[in-house]
């Protein structure tokens, strides 16, 4: 197994144990809140805050270096996109020799 493959496997364990710990972690403040029945935004925008947080970009490996610039990312997220859409050769669809219906001039004025 490579060194490599290796790491994608402990850093998958690495995630999975931290999404545990923050389950753990935040079910007995559910349980309270419920409990209490309390509207308790606090607690709602804290774990909203903490979801955030683990969702967020930190790095972004690019061609075998690490990007940890939030201008960097945006930089090369636009040149990718940019690249795609401009290497498509799009055939547009023409309207040409297809009958529409017109109305006279009369008909437009009403």
């Known amino acids: 197994m490579e060194e490599a493959e290796i790491r994608q496997i402990k850093f998958a364990e ?10 753990l ?5 559910r349980l ?9 935004s606090k607690f709602f925008l804290k774990r909203v805050k903490v979801k ?3 969702n967020s970009l930190k790095a ?16 090369i997220v636009v040149d990718y996109f940019t690249t795609q859409v401009i290497d498509i050769s799009w055939m547009w669809p ?3 020799e297809v009958p529409f219906s017109s109305i006279s001039k009369y008909e437009n004025c009403g």
């Open 14 to 23: 690495l995630w999975r144990l931290l999404n545990c710990k923050d389950t």
């Open 25 to 29: 972690m935040f079910q007995p403040l």
């Open 32 to 40: 309270k809140w419920l409990k209490d029945d309390d509207m308790n």
């Open 52 to 54: 955030a947080k683990r």
């Open 60 to 75: 972004l490996k690019v061609q075998g270096s690490s990007l940890d610039s939030p201008t960097e990312f945006r930089r």
């Open 94 to 96: 023409t309207l040409d």
